[in-house]
């Protein structure tokens, strides 16, 4: 009789990850991107770069404290990149790099779903 392993072996589960390990990385990775503002901001840079104050404004109720960790746990996660510009005014803008684009595609897919899931959602409450 031969058992059936579910654990994937330790060296493919090294290279991917364990998302169900308090400390693995792609589990921080995941709560930065699903937060309710990391999701928010990824949708809006969909539609191309940004500066902060119109992302601010875009993302309607963040703090600019919040917009601002937020932004820079995506850009070290590589989703977004920040550009600053030497001017006066200072000049700040964030863009979606290719991997921040296949999130956002992820996130928004959830985000729509929800939407149109929401009078099911509300007829149960």
Same mark, same amino acid.
């Given at each position: 009789?031969?058992?059936?392993?579910?654990?994937?072996?330790?060296?493919?589960? %090294? =290279? #991917?990850?364990?998302?169900?390990?308090? *400390?693995?990385?792609?589990? &921080?990775?995941? $709560?930065?991107?699903?937060?309710?503002?990391?999701?928010?901001?990824?949708?809006?840079?969909?539609?191309?770069?940004?500066?902060?104050?119109? %992302? =601010? #404004?875009?993302?309607?109720?963040?703090? *600019?404290?919040?917009?601002? &960790?937020?932004? $820079?746990?995506?850009?070290?996660?590589?989703?977004?990149?920040?550009?600053?510009?030497?001017?006066?005014?200072?000049?700040?803008?964030?863009? %979606?790099?290719?991997?921040?684009?296949?999130?956002? *595609?992820?996130?928004?897919?959830?985000?729509?779903?929800?939407?149109?899931?929401?009078?099911?959602?509300?007829?149960?409450?």
């Amino acid at each position: 009789m031969s058992t059936i392993n579910t654990v994937p072996p330790i060296a493919d589960r %090294l =290279r #991917r990850g364990d998302v169900f390990e308090p *400390e693995c990385r792609s589990r &921080q990775v995941m $709560r930065h991107v699903t937060s309710s503002w990391g999701v928010l901001i990824l949708i809006a840079l969909q539609d191309g770069t940004m500066r902060f104050s119109t %992302l =601010r #404004r875009r993302v309607s109720g963040v703090s *600019e404290r919040m917009l601002a &960790q937020t932004l $820079r746990w995506l850009e070290e996660d590589r989703l977004v990149v920040r550009r600053s510009y030497d001017v006066v005014p200072p000049h700040t803008d964030y863009t %979606l790099t290719a991997l921040g684009r296949e999130a956002a *595609e992820k996130v928004a897919a959830l985000a729509d779903w929800i939407e149109t899931r929401m009078p099911e959602i509300d007829a149960g409450r």
